[in-house]
C-alpha cells in the first residue's frame, strides 16, 4: 500500500470510517485551554475529551498552547489541528485513530498577553496542564522557587512567559469560575498546583479569587517516543501521512476529584472516574504499578537486560513480582472500591510485557532516590510498623543498591542519573566492597532513607542477605530462585 495523502481536513473523507475523527477542528467551540501540546496530552486527555463530546455534546473543545517549542504547533497547523493516536501491541495489530478535538492554537512565548485573555475569557471554563514538574517552579517543599525573572513577571514588568506567571496574571482580571487541572504525573497534584498559584498571586499583590478549583488527578497510559518506523506505520494505519502522530499503549486510565464549578465534559462517558478522592488510586499506582516497574527495571538491568519487556522474560521474574506484590504489597494498601491489587498488578505485568513501549531499565531506573521514596520505601515502613518483614521489598531495594555501584552483573557499566549521584559514589567510594559496606553506606543517605529504617536492625540484616546473594550469584539466578 503507498501512502500519497497527507492528513488534513481535504483528507478526511478518504479515510477509513474507523480512522476518522470523532469531532471535526471548528465543530465545537473551546471550552478548554490547555497547555502543553506534548504526546501524553494528545494521547490522553484530548482522546477522553473528544470521545465525551461525541457522547455528549457541549461546547469543550480545546484550545491547545504550546508554551515554549513551536514545532509541534506549526506541523498541527499545517494539518488542520488534526494527528492521529497511533496504538500499538494491541492483539489486532496497528490501529490509528485521527484526534480532532483541538479547537485552536497559540504559542505562549511568543502570545504570552494573548494567552493570558484567553485564560481570562470565560468561555474558558477549564484550564489544563500537562508542562512536567520542572515548569511549575516548585521545590521539594512546595515553596515556588522565587527569581527576579519570575518576580518580573509576576508583578507586571516582564511577559508572563512561564506557567505560574501565565495562571497568575489571568486570574487577576478573571471574573468567571474556572477549574484549573493539573494532569502531570504528580502526585497530590491539585492542591500542589493550588499552593503554586496562591504564591503565586501573592507576589503579584493579590490573593485567589472565589471560584477557582484545582482537583487532584491521576493519569496513566504509556505513550513511547515517536521513531521513524512509528511514522510509516501510522501512516499505513491512517492511509495518510501524519508529521505528529503519537504512539500509545491500549490501556488508558484517568481518575478525577469532581470539582468543576464551571461544568465539565462528559468524561464518565469516555471511560474516565470521577471521585470525590484520588488518594487511593495513586497509592494504588505508585505501589501496585511504579515499583513493580521499579523493580524490573533495577533487577533486570544487573542481569544485563536492556528493555523491561525483556526483563519480565527472565526466568522466575513473573513469579517473583506476584510474590512482591501478594506479600508486600498488597497489605499496604486499602484499594479503591472494586478493585484488587492483585488483579490491579496482573494488568501491570502485562503492560509491561508490550515489546512495542521501547522502556529501557535504564530509563525506568533514573532518580531512584526520588522515587523510591514514593514507590517502594512506603511499603517496607508499612510492613515493618506491622511487626513483618518486607522480604520481596527488601530484594528491590537490594537491587537499587546493587545497581548504585555503577555495574551489572557482566561487569558492563550501569548509568547512574540521579540528583545524588555525587553523593552516592562519595558515600561507596568510603565504604568496604562488600554487602555490610554497600547497605550501611546507602541507609545513610538521610535525603532518601528516615531514621525509622536506616536504624531497623531487622531490614539492615535483610538487605544484606539479598546483597550478597545477587553479589555471589547474580541477579538472574537470584530471581529465578526466588519466583520459584
Known amino acids: ?278 488518594a487511593p488510586w495513586e497509592m494504588l499506582k505508585l505501589r501496585a504499578l511504579n515499583s513493580v516497574h521499579s523493580a524490573c527495571a533495577y533487577l533486570g538491568a544487573l542481569a544485563g537486560r536492556e528493555m523491561i519487556a525483556e526483563a519480565l522474560e527472565l526466568p522466575g521474574m513473573g513469579g517473583f513480582l506476584r510474590r512482591f506484590l501478594a506479600d508486600d504489597i498488597a497489605p499496604t494498601i486499602t484499594p479503591p472500591p472494586g478493585v484488587t491489587v492483585l488483579e490491579y498488578g496482573e494488568t501491570a505485568l502485562q503492560r509491561f510485557s508490550n515489546q512495542e513501549l521501547g522502556h529501557r531499565t535504564h530509563q525506568v531506573a533514573m532518580d531512584g532516590t526520588q522515587k523510591l521514596p514514593h514507590r517502594l520505601l512506603g511499603t517496607i515502613a508499612d510492613r515493618r510498623r506491622d511487626g513483618d518483614l518486607p522480604v520481596w521489598g527488601a530484594l528491590v531495594l537490594a537491587g537499587w543498591m546493587r545497581f548504585a555501584r555503577g555495574y551489572a552483573d557482566d561487569g558492563a557499566a550501569l548509568p547512574l542519573d540521579d540528583p545524588l549521584a555525587g553523593r552516592i559514589r562519595a558515600v561507596l567510594a568510603a565504604a568496604p566492597d562488600t554487602p555490610e559496606g554497600l547497605v550501611d553506606a546507602l541507609l545513610g543517605l538521610s535525603e532518601v532513607f528516615p531514621a525509622s529504617l536506616a536504624d531497623d536492625a531487622e531490614l539492615r540484616k535483610e538487605l544484606i542477605r539479598w546483597s550478597g546473594e545477587l553479589a555471589r550469584h547474580g541477579a538472574a539466578a537470584t530471581i529465578a530462585a526466588a519466583g520459584l
Open 1 to 278: 500500500m503507498t501512502v500519497t495523502a497527507t492528513l488534513g481536513l481535504a483528507a478526511l473523507d478518504g479515510l477509513a470510517p474507523e480512522n476518522r475523527p470523532a469531532v471535526r477542528p471548528g465543530d465545537v467551540r473551546p471550552g478548554i485551554l490547555h497547555l502543553g501540546l506534548g504526546a501524553f496530552h494528545r494521547a490522553h486527555q484530548a482522546v477522553y475529551t473528544e470521545t465525551a463530546v461525541a457522547a455528549a455534546g457541549g461546547d469543550w473543545g480545546i484550545l491547545g498552547v504550546a508554551p515554549r517549542s513551536r514545532d509541534v504547533l506549526d506541523k498541527l497547523q499545517a494539518q488542520d489541528r488534526l494527528y492521529s493516536v497511533l496504538t500499538v501491541g494491541g492483539d489486532g495489530g496497528d490501529h490509528a485513530r485521527t484526534v480532532g478535538i483541538l479547537s485552536g492554537l497559540d504559542h505562549a512565548a511568543s502570545n504570552p498577553y494573548g494567552v493570558v485573555a484567553s485564560i481570562a475569557d470565560p468561555a474558558i471554563r477549564i484550564v489544563s496542564l500537562t508542562v512536567t514538574e520542572k515548569a511549575y517552579r516548585m521545590g521539594p517543599d512546595g515553596k515556588l522557587l522565587l527569581d527576579d525573572d519570575l518576580r518580573a513577571e509576576l508583578t507586571g514588568q516582564a511577559p508572563p512567559v512561564s506557567i505560574p506567571a501565565l495562571l497568575a496574571r489571568a486570574l487577576l482580571t478573571r471574573q468567571a469560575p474556572l477549574t484549573v487541572l493539573c494532569c502531570d504525573n504528580l502526585q497530590n497534584n491539585g492542591p500542589r498546583i493550588r499552593g503554586m498559584v496562591e504564591q503565586a498571586l501573592e507576589v503579584a499583590g493579590a490573593s485567589l479569587p472565589d471560584g477557582v478549583e484545582f482537583p487532584a488527578t491521576m493519569v496513566d497510559r504509556i505513550v513511547p517516543a515517536t521513531s521513524a518506523n512509528h511514522l510509516r506505520r501510522a501512516a499505513m494505519a491512517l492511509g495518510a501521512f501524519d508529521s505528529v502522530p503519537v504512539v500509545a499503549e491500549p490501556f488508558h486510565q484517568w481518575v478525577i476529584e469532581d470539582r468543576f464549578p464551571g461544568g465539565r465534559p462528559d468524561w464518565a462517558a469516555a471511560g474516565a472516574i470521577m471521585t470525590t478522592d484520588v
